[in-house]
């Protein structure tokens, strides 16, 4: 059983945001409570890993954290000689994901490795999944990471990129950074723990617009990009090679 998430209830100086221990801890709790849809994600991962995961190829989760993508795609890829290569620079992440792992009873082989996402090779992927991911990745990679991935993608494969987002109207950007607040104080953060969280994360998490995202990856050659998902400044994206 997960713990409930209570991070950002102490007082004193907040630190950046890190994903160790305390945080593997508490994720599935924090990031159940903090994303809006987060399961509605997860959950269409896999089908869409059902329809576009093709046989004899690799699936890469890339940030994999705790592995709730790479379970979905686990239970959902019907294409023959089709395994998972997961990935998260975090040991506390990876530690927990192996165990959720070795309790699942699916038999599609799936890989864990503790690194930097950037420093690993994509190669015969049919699907890759960025499930709030580069988000984390600073601005001056990110280019070089799509373009990795395109270039490791079979024709027609798919890349899944699901980030919190950045409205260019800065209107509709209060409002929606007002909306997601309140999802929060409706699943039981207190302000405090909302403006404590924040300070912690604004330095680590840089979001972009969708429009930045869009240019980036038609840039990287994928032919085709749609938002499939959105609610609030959360989305999630689709692009085909």
Request: charged letters at 20%.
């Amino acid at each position: 059983m997960q713990d409930k998430d209570t991070l950002f209830q102490q007082d004193g100086p907040v630190a950046d945001f890190v994903f160790d221990e305390k945080v593997a801890a508490v994720f599935t709790d924090m990031i159940n409570r903090s994303v809006p849809g987060y399961a509605s994600i997860i959950t269409q991962i896999g089908t869409l890993a059902e329809r576009y995961a093709q046989t004899d190829s690799l699936c890469y989760d890339l940030g994999c954290s705790l592995g709730a993508a790479t379970l979905a795609l686990r239970h959902n890829i019907r294409a023959q000689g089709c395994s998972i290569i997961a990935i998260d620079n975090s040991p506390a992440m990876i530690a927990r994901c192996q165990a959720l792992i070795d309790s699942d009873d699916s038999t599609v082989p799936v890989e864990l490795h503790c690194a930097d996402i950037l420093d690993v090779a994509i190669n015969n992927a049919s699907l890759v999944v960025l499930n709030f991911t580069l988000q984390f990745v600073t601005l001056a990679e990110r280019d070089v990471l799509i373009r990795k991935i395109h270039a490791g993608l079979r024709p027609g494969g798919m890349l899944i990129l699901s980030e919190k987002i950045h409205f260019e109207d800065e209107s509709l950007n209060t409002l929606f950074i007002d909306l997601h607040h309140r999802f929060k104080q409706q699943n039981g953060y207190s302000a405090t723990e909302i403006s404590r969280k924040r300070a912690a994360i604004e330095n680590v998490l840089v979001p972009e617009t969708l429009r930045t995202h869009e240019q980036r990856i038609k840039a990287a050659g994928f032919s085709s990009f749609a938002v499939w998902f959105q609610c609030f400044n959360f989305a999630s994206m689709v692009a085909v090679k």
